[in-house]
């Protein structure tokens, strides 16, 4: 990845401290790296854009 990824937190989060950020920029790389807000040097997950794509499906037809 040459891109640096630019991360946002949803605008459904609260300042509770307790959220991710995600960087949906490189999906075009295959990948959307996810990171605990808390610790913004730490380490990011990369998750396979497709994977990311059906979790937020899912949890969108999702109560909960």
């Known amino acids: 990845m040459t891109e640096s990824p630019r991360w946002f937190k949803s605008s459904y989060s609260s300042n ?16 959307v790296p996810v990171r605990d807000s808390k610790n913004p040097t730490g380490p990011a997950l990369k998750i396979d854009a497709s994977a990311w794509s059906d979790f937020v499906a899912f949890v969108r037809t999702t109560d909960i």
């Open 16 to 31: 509770g401290g307790a959220c991710i950020e995600i960087a949906t920029n490189l999906t075009s790389c295959g990948v």
